[in-house]
């Protein structure tokens, strides 16, 4: 959906057209962003005072409204017949700002070290990764 008939949609469902929203909107659009709390942080950069709830209510509205899909956006591997997988990439933000950028095959030999150093994965090959959020709405 273009800008235009999201917030057209907005309306109709009785949401003012505010600010912040059309900022979050901007965010999702115009970034790729995978998860509720990357859309925050680069939003609360423009803009110190929104808050977290700002934000996954208004990722709620526009999945409400269909112009967005929570199931695509916290994918983080690809399907096996995606044929961009070759620019799949994985952004890792670290606590000091820094920014990781993976590529889908280093993102999955990192975790099959993990879970083979835990214990967890015993000859098993992965076959996808994916997030999804806690029932208390705070992704991590």
Do not use: W
């Amino acid at each position: 959906m273009q800008k235009d008939s999201i917030i057209q949609k907005l309306k109709e469902q009785g949401c003012r057209i505010t600010k912040q929203r059309l900022m979050l909107l901007d965010i999702i659009l115009e970034e790729d962003c995978s998860c509720c709390k990357e859309i925050y942080y680069k939003a609360s950069k423009q803009d110190p005072k929104i808050g977290a709830a700002t934000v996954y209510r208004m990722i709620n509205t526009l999945e409400e409204i269909g112009a967005i899909s929570r199931k695509n956006m916290y994918k983080v591997s690809c399907d096996d017949d995606c044929e961009n997988k070759a620019n799949c990439t994985c952004t890792i933000e670290l606590d000091d700002n820094s920014v990781i950028e993976l590529s889908e095959h280093n993102l999955r030999h990192i975790i099959a070290s993990g879970l083979t150093a835990c214990g967890y994965l015993n000859g098993q090959n992965i076959k996808s990764v994916k997030t999804t959020p806690c029932a208390c709405g705070n992704a991590s």
